[in-house]
């Protein structure tokens, strides 16, 4: 199995930054894509974006393009989360979740980070 374990949340301005580590037990982090997800008070959980593992590629939703990025570190078999220019709206628990390859679901999700933006 894999366990992943994130990091990193807290409560910052609006406009602020924060970055999110997800740590992974998975020893070929090349097998997984890993994804990021938030859930806001009231809200359903919704996509952030994910790192297509073996090759590096990243996908976003619109809502954060050009304010979060994911980035890895293959020695450390942590990935990333950076969340630059903050907003209210942004304010959730964010979850870290690993994917097969060649698989559609999620199959294992970490505990979440909470994540506080004020205005």
């Known amino acids: 199995q894999v366990q992943l374990v994130e990091s990193g949340g807290g409560s910052v301005q609006a406009g602020g930054s924060l970055r999110l580590s997800c740590a992974a037990s998975?020893?070929?982090?090349?097998?997984?894509?890993m994804g990021w997800f938030r859930q806001a008070p009231g809200k359903e959980r919704e996509f952030v974006g994910v790192?297509?593992?073996?090759?590096?590629?990243?996908y976003y939703a619109d809502s954060v393009k050009g304010r979060f990025t994911i980035s890895r570190d293959d020695l450390k078999n942590t990935v990333y989360l950076q969340m630059n220019n903050l907003k209210p709206e942004d304010t959730a628990v964010y979850y870290c979740?690993?994917?097969?390859?060649?698989?559609?679901?999620?199959?294992?999700w970490g505990q979440g980070t909470p994540v506080t933006v004020s205005s």
């Open positions: 979740a690993a994917r097969i390859r060649g698989m559609s679901q999620y199959d294992y």
């Open positions: 998975v020893r070929t982090f090349s097998r997984y894509d």
């Open positions: 790192i297509i593992w073996s090759v590096g590629n990243t």
